[in-house]
Each structure stands twice: as structure tokens, then as C-alpha cells.
């Protein structure tokens, strides 16, 4: 049997690799039309900034090492230019001789990968992208050069990471992001707190607005403003690769990336895709989606392997986990956001949480913030973020795993997660999130959101801060009234309206004092997340510029 695999790094040499444990028999043939067939792709922003110094670090396997160990054929600096399916061959192209030849498989495994958008700037012959080793090594030497600026264009995740490196190597870095936020997978009452860590160390943000042209040293915005930019790099997104499963007749899905079924394989059933360049299925409504995440190019390619041989296999469908440090913030996700299900009019319930990494009273406990989204029918965890100096990934994870079996948002509280003092807390911030999904699940109490505080104001609630007068002193929502919860008791007669809505720093006394509210006889509803929450969103922005 020969498998002829196009395309190596993540999907393509699980694939490899795999097959050849599972058969030492049959013939493997790897195509790549890079340099490189297996190297660490989610490192090259990181060998920019020189947190890893040897770019021989990032090279995992070479084509020598790679027959060595497992007696696979790879071809690199060699390009597929064309499938016949009838025939059951492939066209390639040395790029070094430019000679081409035909190549029969028996089963095809296509690991193309995706190529980073390149939108029609006037100019944007100037910039450099990274996707590659070989667009590292650009990068690298330009940097070596000592730009005194850069922009970079995209707020995701490669953007955020580059615009960090850049920094430390010293140069006034620009970033510039077409939408309000950073890092789009967050909501934007988190997004905020990336935002500020990264102008906090020097990287000017440029948000809701695009780049219109380039120049030889500077940049063009839509909204006119002319930004210093020796160094450019885009990374505004990627886009599958398809080029060769189009001409080859396989059928594209409706996410414009190669359609596979629950094995991978496409519409022609000798022929299977992975990676970036084939389309996943979402587990929550099993509609196909794009997740360009490593960890899902492994997973697949090891599917397809195992299937190839006729071993049984389990379907695949993403929850899209991901995670960036941002400077000295973790920020991770998994599900969907909250955006997300308004798009898809999905009824849900978030909560917002700020516990510390670990317990209190142990040295150098981080404040984290997470976010909790779940369907208020049901109790199915829908999405979890968080952002922090410590414990985010932990945290997530479990939440990821709670996903993946089927855990209920209520039931987080019943994990039994490893504590000590260095590490957690007796109730972890995890089950925190589950005794808080808990209360409103079962309808013990009534939460408002960061964006209804306005709406609830019109209604004839009265906001009622019950936080200590010092925390008060350093910010207070708006009109709001403030009797620590301790004092509650003691000052009722002052509360005159029942309505009230009830906010401390992070939701925890807000939560104590409205319970004691409702059994002196008013209608409280508590703030989620607190103070902290509301500050960070976009409605405190709005409602400080109007107080004004």
C-alpha cells in the first residue's frame, strides 16, 4: 500500500507517524513544499522576540531523522501541482530543478494548511507574514536590523503574540485592529483587561479602525491618521487552502474549506483531508467551522490514520479550546462566546467571576477573571474565558473537560479538584463557578449583567453599593447609593425603593446582601461580577464619558 501525504507539520506528520506504527510495510511518501516538514509553527513569534534563541529549537524533525527513525520518503521544496483521482496519481514539481513527475497512491492524505489573508492595500507588497520557518527567518533578519517601529495589522491571536515580541525587542510597536477589540473569541468586558496590559507595556492600539494604504515607512488608517511603521507584519487571518482539492473536483463545504465526513475523508474516498485546509464540526450544533488549532491537526491526523488501516475510530468534533499569553496575562477559551450565541439567537446565562489563583493567605495569589456561559434550560456548559496572571489554563481546562463529558454548569460544584494551599482554593475557582450556575439555575436569585445596569435604572431600580466606603471612594457606578452590607441591617429605614439592584467588587457580598434583602422584603437583584465587571466593560465606558 502506498499513502502519499501533501503537506507535513502538525496533520500531516501525525498522520505519517502513525501510519507507520500501525504498518511497517507500507510505503509513506510525504510532499512539502516548504523547507521544512515538521517544526513548531506555534513558536516562530516567540524566536522574533528572541525568548527562543536557536531557530534549530523550533525544527522538530527533518527528512533525514524522520527516514531514519520511521522510513518515510519526504520530499521538501516540492510542490503538488495537480490530482488525478481517475488515475489515482498526483503531479509534482521540484522547486529547486523545476523537473515534474506523476506519483500513483493508493490512498491520499492532503495537509495543505491555510495561508494568511492578504487584502488588496495599496502597498502590501511592503508586508511580511508569518506562517512559515522560512517567513520567521524574514522577520528575524528584519528585526535584527533594529526598525525603530512596526505595525502589525490584526488583533488575533498571532497578532497579539507578535506585537508582544516586538516590544521586547525594543521597538515602538503599533497595533492596528479593524474591530472595537482585541482577540475576538473573548467578549469584550474581557477583552478589555488585554487591552490595558498590553498598552501598559508600551504597544499603541489602534482599534475600530483599518489600514488603507502602506508607505515606505509608515502606515495609512481610515480614520487619517498616519502611523510610523518600518517594519510591517499582517496577520489579520487565514484562509484554507483548497487550491488543489478544487482542480481535483472534492467537494468545498460551506465554510470554504475542504469538506470531510467523520473519518476525514472527502468527497472521494481514497483522498482525506486535516488540518487548517479541512473543515471541523462544532460540537455544540454540529454545523461545519474553521478551528486552525494544533492540537485538532494531531487529533485528525491520527483519525485518518487508524481509519486507512481499519482500525475502529471515534468522531472528532471541536469545542475550539485555545490559549495566548499576552505579556504577563493568560488568556484562554473554549465553546462559544457570548457574541457567538446572540448570532445564533442560542438562549444562555453568563457569569462572571474574579477569585485568586491560588488561597489568599499563601504568597502571591493572582486575581483571575473567568467567565461562564450555559443554557438556562438545561444547565449545558455553552463557553467558558479567562484572563490572568496565574491558574487561567488550569481552570479552562477543566472547564474544556466538563464540556467534553457532558458536565452541567451546576455540577462544576461537585469536582473534586486537587487543593492545597500553593495550589487552589478549598472551593476552587471552578467550583465557585458551580455554586454561582447553581443559585441561578435553581432560581434562588436573580443576576443582572454588566450591559442591563442602564436598563434596570429605567425600570425604577435603585443601584445600592454595598462594598466599604474606601472601595467606594475609588469608583462607584453612577448614582449609585452605598451601605456596606455589615451596615444593612442597621440602615434599612434609609432604603426606600424595593427595587433595588445590588453590587460589591466581585459579586460575593453582592450575592450575601441581596439574600438578606429579599427576606427583609425588597426585590433585590444582584450584580454579576461586581464592580470589577462593570468597570471593564464597554457600558462604564459610556456611562463615565456621559457623567462627564
Known sequence: MRVVIVGGVAGGMSAATRLRRLNAEAEIIVIEKSGHVSYANCGLPYYVGGVIEEESALLLQTPESLHARFRLDVRVNTEVIGINTVKKTIEIK????????EIDYDKLILSPGASPVVPPIPGIERVMTLRTVEDVEKIAARVGAKPK????IGGGFIGVEIAENLI???IQTSLVEATDQVLMPLDPELATLVSKEMTKNGVKLHLGTSVTGIGTDNVELSNGNIVS???????IGVRPEIGLAKTAGLAIG???GIKVDEFNRTSDENIYAVGDAAEKTDALDGNATLVPLANLANRHGRVVADHIIGRSTRPVKTIGTAIVKVFDLTIATTGWNEKKLKAAQHSYQSIHTHPSSHAGYYPDAQQMSLKLIFDPTTGEILGAQGVGRDGV???IDVIATAIRGGITAPELADLELAYAPPFSSAKDPVNMLGYVAENIFSGLVKVAQ?????????DGYTLLDVRSVSECGRGIIPGAINIPVDEIRERQSEISNKKLLVNCQVGQRGHTASMLLRELGYSPVNLDGGYLTWINSPAANKTLITNK
Request: overall charge negative.
Open 393 to 395: 489554563d488550569k481552570r
Open 149 to 152: 517601529s512596526a505595525v502589525v
Open 229 to 235: 511603521a518600518e517594519i510591517v507584519i499582517l496577520a
Open 450 to 458: 454588566w450591559d442591563e445596569v442602564e436598563k434596570y435604572v429605567e
Open 254 to 256: 460551506t465554510r470554504n
Open 94 to 101: 521540484n522547486l529547486d530543478s523545476h523537473s515534474t513527475n
Open 168 to 170: 521586547h525587542k525594543g
